[in-house]
């Protein structure tokens, strides 16, 4: 069963404007992690934001947030002035014990 | 430390034949994952090991493939006889043993192409 669901395929924003990305997820384990990286045209997988299901306050890095809302299941990323290079596939992923599953992704395109 | 390196890095190769990629994880990361990932879809979990035990397959990975990580260091993952359905992008990761917690990190993947 898929426990990882981003509902846009794609997202448009335009440069220095703010954007949200959307993920739900589905679990009945307490202790679990959420993640979010990015996937740039090149390929690499990079880290972006970690939010533990126990932690009290949305997790922040730099101009990425996590808005987690535990009882929706939902973990959003939102980008604060988004940039040209923000434009890449990013990724949700779960962890429960020891592995880790991801969404479908969503492709962002950042306009000048 | 080089971080998370996989070999090779590209891979042709005929249907019917086999395949093996190999990971050399980040050196203090016990736990170590395999994905595939095709173009526009989101890495698909294969397995994972912590420490030379593999402690999750997918249900989705058929007989053909079979992962190792038998000194608790490298891993390689063989696929025999590949079909076209093969083709993909091979993802690499570690990560250290924390409940939760622990971003993983990737290599830049070993990419197949079965004719």
């Known amino acids: 069963a898929q426990k990882i669901t981003q509902t846009q395929p794609g997202m448009f924003v335009q440069e220095k404007e703010a954007v949200t990305l959307d993920c739900t997820y589905d679990?009945?384990?307490?202790?679990?992690?959420l993640f979010w990286y990015k996937q740039p045209s090149s390929g690499e997988m990079i880290f972006l934001i970690y939010q533990g299901s126990y932690d009290q306050q949305n997790a922040t890095e730099g101009r990425y947030s996590l808005n987690f809302q535990k009882a929706r299941k939902s973990a959003n990323l939102v980008i604060s002035a988004s940039q040209l290079g923000d434009s890449a596939m990013y990724f949700c992923?779960?962890?429960?014990?020891?592995?880790?599953?991801f969404g479908a992704g969503t492709r962002l395109t950042v306009k000048p | 430390d080089t971080g998370v390196s996989q070999d090779p890095r590209h891979k042709i190769t005929k249907r019917g034949q086999n395949v093996t990629f190999r990971c050399d994880p980040i050196s203090e990361h016990n736990r170590l994952y395999w994905y595939r990932q095709t173009l526009g879809q989101g890495p698909e979990f294969l397995t994972y090991?912590?420490?030379?035990?593999?402690?999750?397959k997918s249900r989705l990975l058929s007989d053909r493939f079979s992962a190792e990580r038998p000194k608790g260091s490298f891993s390689t993952l063989e696929i025999q006889r590949t079909e076209q359905g093969d083709s993909a992008m091979y993802l690499c990761?570690?990560?250290?043993?924390?409940?939760?917690?622990?971003?993983?990190?990737f290599g830049e993947g070993s990419r197949l192409t079965v004719l």
């Open positions: 990761a570690s990560s250290r043993d924390r409940r939760g917690a622990g971003e993983l990190f």
């Open positions: 090991f912590q420490n030379e035990a593999q402690l999750e």
């Open positions: 992923a779960m962890r429960e014990g020891g592995d880790m599953r």
């Open positions: 679990t009945s384990d307490p202790s679990y992690g």
